[in-house]
Each structure stands twice: as structure tokens, then as C-alpha cells.
């Protein structure tokens, strides 16, 4: 059996588990939505990076392409009648060093010293060629050791004649292929097998580091391609995901106190009444009263039961208390009037047989429980009077105390539950005139001991029949507790000694069998009576 400490425990601790499982599930979306999106991003900026590389290169190779048409007329032609236009074109051009005119495979003129009388293999071991080449070497012959990028234009088929372009590459790469860290680390310009890194000149291999990452854009115009080496996209993201961290904590806090407020009806106790109510997983049971002198069955106290089939079973003193602080009596109170009223074919048809009904005295409030007697019990026009049993647990301003003539008015009876053990016993009966008042089971237990509640119950005793108000002794047990109130002038008895709580479908079968305890050995079947 659950008590109230653990069902609100279990519902809270699932609610908080709830509430963690979803704000821990924000913040791993959120960082993992943040790492992809980060290394996507890092992903595409070394591609964008690469892009931007070769066409920048390729925008410097092509105003020299397109120049080279015009210096095809000069190959050939003595030194000092193209001196000048050659000089005028390197200025002109400014990205280039120098140009250089070939004639037989000899250098012979140049835009820089003029006339020259040199073999070309001499200077570039691969040149001249009959095909257009592209180098990437060091300079012999005015910045010795610099980078130099060699453009070869052969103007006769053997390919001994043609025009030399050189470019400052060196230079023109420390303007065009810085890296941009801390994506990119290296950025290497390849034309053949030679490489020039930005920052070191020329060099015979690609750097490599252990953990970096290379990508390679490749030129569709001219021979060359631009290496970008750098950390992987991955590590980057990882690197920069502290820094989102607390954005990605404040919204899964943000998602976890949504998820609070949002699962305050879905995951509490009060959503599982509600749910029992609609699969009707409550029961209706019954308890005989017997009249305390002649134990004739005066009628039936209508109890509920809640065997929950994903809690087991939940005792009444636990969901009873809960669904008055959570405001849900009065719904369990209708549930109760209508399966009762469908089943009334249980009990005698007899004026003198009472059903009594457990009601809140929150349930008087603004004539509710009238509107809901209408309905779900006098729409029955049931032949049984009914008794209304308003327990202590709610203070007494809450019931509206007109509402008590118009039940009285219907023929409705209120009885005091549990009477003595809540605070305004008193209030109560100067205030409702009840027609019962029920003595707690603690009290009827006290008899015949020294205990105070002994004292108590010959008080409560005392004052029903002063103020001829009927009695009834709720957990009558023994024989010797029931001759006791009888000699006291109780006027109905309930508790085990007489039967147990059971379905109402078993009372028919009961009240064949009864009287039992103390008349059984007489065999006298006794009908209903009135409580006097």
C-alpha cells in the first residue's frame, strides 16, 4: 500500500527526471547543433579560402597572357629596336620582373639589361621547349635566390624561339596567399613538382604536420594549384565550443522550467485521478450498519477503492486527502453519486434503509453539491434517503450554510464524520443541526481502556443523546465495544465485528446472511430499519 509521502515523492521525482532528461537533451542538441554547424561553417571558409587563392593567382597570370600576342612581332628584331617597347610592357604590367627574348635558344635581349648573348638552357635547364611551360624556380640572374615564376611562350615550331615572362611570385604571394588562421596555417603554391609556401619561398616538399588537414584547388586555366593545409573543421568547433556553452545552458535551463510548468497537471498526482476517473478504475464498495438493539441492517456506508493499475493499490486515507488539496473531491464526489445511483438495485427498496456518502464541505460552495444531486442522484428518484457524510478536514467557513435548508429541504440528511477528531466539532453542530454524528474508530478502540479517547468517546456519547442527535460507532470490533455502546444509547454500529467493506454486487449475498457477530448463533433474519 502507497502512502501519501511516496505517490507526491514518486510523482516528483518523475517529474524531476522528466525535467533534467529534457534540459540535459537542450543542452547536448544545442552543443551538438552549435559543433556541426561550427564545423560546417569552418569547413566552408577553408573551401571559400582555397577558391579565393586560385582565383587570385589566376587573375594575376591573365592580363599576361593577354599580352603576350602583342610581344610575338618582336622575336627576332635586334635589341635595341625592342628594347624600349619591352620596358614599356613590364612597366605597364607591373606584376612582372622582366621579359626576355629568345631567338635560336639564346637570350638576347632583355626588358632589364638590355642585349644579352646568353644560352637559355644555361639559365633554366628545362627551357627552351617547344611546348608553353610554367616554372617555379629561383632567380640566377638579377635577385639571385628569390622566387621567381617563369612563363615560357615558344614562337617557332622547334620551339628554340620565344618570349620568357618572369613574375616577382615571392613578392606578389605575401600579398595574395597569407594564410587566415586560425583556419588555414599553410598556403602553398604548386606548379610541378616545385612548391612555394607563403612566408618560405621555394621549396621541394608540402609541409606537413601530424593532425592537420590538406586541401588542394586546382586551376582549370592555367598549370598550377594552390595547397591549403590547417586544423581540422572538427577540432576548430570543438575549440570554439566552450564559448557556447553558456547560451546552451541558459536555454536548457529555460527548456527544463518549461518543461516544469508543463508537466505540473501532466505528471502529478491530480492527472492521475483524473486519468483513474476516465478509465474508471475507481469502486464503489459498501459497509453494513446494523442498528446497535435489535443489529437489523440500517443501511450502507458507500466507500471508494482505487487498485491503480500502474501504482497498485492506492488506500483512501492517502488519494482521498491528496484530492481535496488538489481540489478533485468534488469530481471523485460525482463519480461516486452516479455509480452508486446506477447500482441501487443492490440495496433494499425501502424508506427506512439509508446510503451514506462521503462529501467535502468545499463541495457546498455556491450550491454545487445540489446541482450535482439533481443530476446524478434524484434523476434516479432512488427510494433510499440519503445521508451526507461531511468530514472535518475542511474548515468550516467554506461551507455555504444555505445550502445545508436546501438539502434538508430535499430530504437529504447530513451526518458529521469522524466526529472529535477535527477542530470545530462544535461549530459543526451549531452551525449544519446534523441528524448523525459518526464517532471516529480511534474512539470506539478506547473502550475499556484507561486512555483518554475512552473519556472522550462517554463525552461524544453524551452530547448526541443530550442533543438527540442519533450516534453511530464507526470500527465496532469486538463484541464487548459494541454491548458497551448499546448500554450507552448508540444507535448504529459499523465495523468488522458486523462485515468487512465489500463491492456492492456481494451485499445482497450479506444481507441473506445476516444477522451475523452476535445474532448469527440465533439464526433471526432481521429486515431494515431506521436508525432509531
Request: charged share 20%; aromatic share 6%; proline share 7%.
Amino acid at each position: 500500500m502507497l502512502t501519501a509521502q511516496r505517490i507526491v515523492k514518486t510523482y516528483r521525482r518523475k517529474r524531476i527526471i522528466v525535467c533534467l532528461a529534457l534540459a540535459i537533451a537542450t543542452l547536448l542538441l544545442t552543443t551538438g547543433v552549435r559543433y556541426l554547424t561550427e564545423r560546417n561553417r569552418n569547413d566552408q571558409r577553408v573551401t571559400l579560402f582555397t577558391a579565393r587563392a586560385v582565383a587570385t593567382v589566376e587573375s594575376l597570370l591573365e592580363p599576361l597572357a593577354a599580352a603576350r600576342s602583342a610581344l610575338f612581332p618582336l622575336v627576332g628584331q635586334p635589341c635595341e629596336n625592342v628594347e624600349g617597347p619591352l620596358r614599356v610592357e613590364t612597366a605597364r604590367l607591373q606584376t612582372l620582373r622582366a621579359i626576355v627574348l629568345v631567338k635560336d635558344g639564346v637570350v638576347y635581349c632583355s626588358s632589364i639589361f638590355g642585349s644579352r648573348n646568353e644560352m637559355l638552357r644555361q639559365l633554366q635547364p628545362k627551357l627552351p621547349s617547344p611546348y608553353p611551360q610554367m616554372l617555379l624556380t629561383r632567380d640566377n640572374s638579377l635577385l639571385k635566390g628569390s622566387s621567381v615564376l617563369i612563363i615560357w611562350t615558344p614562337t617557332s615550331p622547334d620551339g628554340q624561339d620565344g618570349i620568357l615572362q618572369a613574375l616577382n611570385i615571392e613578392l606578389l604571394a605575401r600579398l595574395m596567399l597569407e594564410p587566415a588562421r586560425p583556419w588555414v596555417d599553410h598556403v602553398v603554391l604548386n606548379v610541378g613538382d616545385v612548391h612555394l609556401e607563403y612566408g618560405k619561398g621555394v621549396v621541394q616538399s608540402l609541409p606537413g604536420e601530424p593532425g592537420l588537414e590538406t586541401r588542394e584547388g586546382v586551376s582549370g586555366r592555367f598549370p598550377f594549384s594552390v595547397t591549403v593545409i590547417g586544423p581540422p573543421g572538427d577540432r576548430l568547433a570543438l575549440k570554439a565550443l566552450p564559448g557556447q556553452l553558456p547560451l546552451a545552458l541558459i536555454l536548457s535551463l529555460l527548456i527544463g522550467y518549461i518543461a516544469w510548468l508543463a508537466t505540473a497537471g501532466r505528471m502529478s498526482f491530480s492527472h492521475e485521478i483524473n486519468l483513474g476517473l476516465a478509465a474508471r478504475e475507481f469502486e464503489i464498495y459498501c459497509q453494513p450498519l446494523v442498528n446497535a438493539r435489535n443489529q437489523q441492517c440500517t443501511g450502507v456506508e458507500i466507500l471508494l477503492r482505487w487498485n491503480n493499475p500502474r501504482q497498485g493499490f492506492i488506500s483512501p486515507d492517502v488519494f482521498i486527502p491528496l484530492a481535496e488539496q488538489q481540489n478533485l473531491i468534488a469530481p471523485l464526489t460525482r463519480y461516486v453519486l452516479a455509480e452508486t445511483a446506477s447500482q441501487l438495485h443492490h440495496f433494499p427498496v425501502s424508506p427506512h434503509f439509508h446510503i451514506g456518502i462521503n462529501v467535502a464541505a468545499s463541495h457546498f460552495h455556491r450550491g454545487k453539491i445540489v446541482e450535482d444531486l439533481q443530476q446524478f442522484w434524484f434523476a434516479r428518484q432512488p427510494s433510499q434517503p440519503l445521508f451526507l457524510e461531511l468530514t472535518e478536514r475542511d474548515a468550516l467557513p467554506d461551507v455555504d450554510h444555505r445550502v445545508v435548508r436546501d438539502l434538508h429541504e430535499l430530504g437529504v440528511k447530513l451526518a458529521i464524520d469522524d466526529f472529535g477528531t477535527g477542530q470545530s466539532s462544535l461549530a459543526y453542530l451549531e452551525m449544519l443541526h446534523p441528524d448523525v454524528l459518526k464517532i471516529d474508530k480511534t474512539f470506539t478502540a478506547a473502550i475499556g481502556t484507561d486512555a483518554v479517547n475512552s473519556t472522550v468517546t462517554d463525552i461524544i456519547i453524551a452530547l448526541g443523546n443530550r442533543l438527540h442527535i442519533d450516534l453511530v460507532a464507526e470500527g465496532v470490533e469486538t463484541a464487548e465495544q459494541a454491548a458497551y455502546l448499546r448500554r450507552r444509547g448508540v444507535t448504529a454500529l459499523q465495523g468488522y465485528l458486523y462485515a468487512r467493506p465489500m463491492p456492492l454486487h456481494a451485499f445482497p449475498a450479506w444481507l441473506e446472511t445476516h444477522p451475523d457477530a452476535e445474532n448469527k448463533k440465533n439464526g433471526a433474519a432481521l429486515g431494515a430499519a431506521p436508525l432509531r
